[in-house]
């Protein structure tokens, strides 16, 4: 999928309000302000972004690996959705069910609550789709990895691995 003009744009517009965020941030946390200017300056670019219910670890990896990216690389890297509860699950579940007409063809979207790893705080769908490029290439420092064939933007917290990437499914419905 090609960089679109727009989307380099908002990158360098959040790298200077991070930029201009640091005194700020130095003041607040100097031993995070670079972490700090970055996550001030990506809740603008991103306000609708919610962290909460993500376990310790999968918070403090993708908090590492968006400060990283902004800084060091330029690229942008948000969360679409993280935790969701197990009803919402459910009802995500269903939903696809209805769309595709079976279960079976619904699980290679969506995993009914049990087997989801959006329930249980470790999933990460994430956006833009260059942040995306840039997590598939530098997220096994942190344990983030992609783990589905058809979901680009889908990133599961897996310190278990030590950054060896686990082998990538198709879809969720294979286990």
Not at 38 to 66: K, V
Not at 132 to 150: C, F, I, K, S, T
Request: charged residues 25%.
């Amino acid at each position: 999928m090609p960089l679109r003009p727009r989307d380099r744009l908002y990158a360098v517009v959040t790298l200077v309000l991070a930029v201009l965020l640091l005194p700020a941030a130095f003041l607040r946390r100097p031993g995070q302000a670079r972490q700090q200017a970055c996550h001030w300056a990506l809740r603008m670019r991103f306000p609708a972004e919610d962290l909460t219910g993500l376990t310790d670890g999968a918070r403090a990896a993708f908090t590492a690996a968006r400060t990283e990216a902004l800084w060091r690389h330029g690229q942008l890297l948000g969360l679409t959705s993280g935790y969701r509860d197990p009803l919402l699950q459910q009802q995500m579940f269903e939903d696809e069910v209805r769309r595709r007409g079976s279960a079976t063809l619904a699980r290679m979207l969506v995993l009914p609550p049990a087997e989801s790893s959006h329930v249980k705080g470790i999933a990460l769908d994430v956006r833009p789709h260059e942040g995306a490029r840039w997590l598939e290439d530098h997220g096994a420092r942190y344990d983030l990895y992609r783990m589905y064939d058809n979901e680009w933007w889908h990133f599961e917290h897996r310190p278990d691995r030590r950054g060896r990437p686990p082998r990538r499914r198709p879809h969720p419905g294979v286990g």
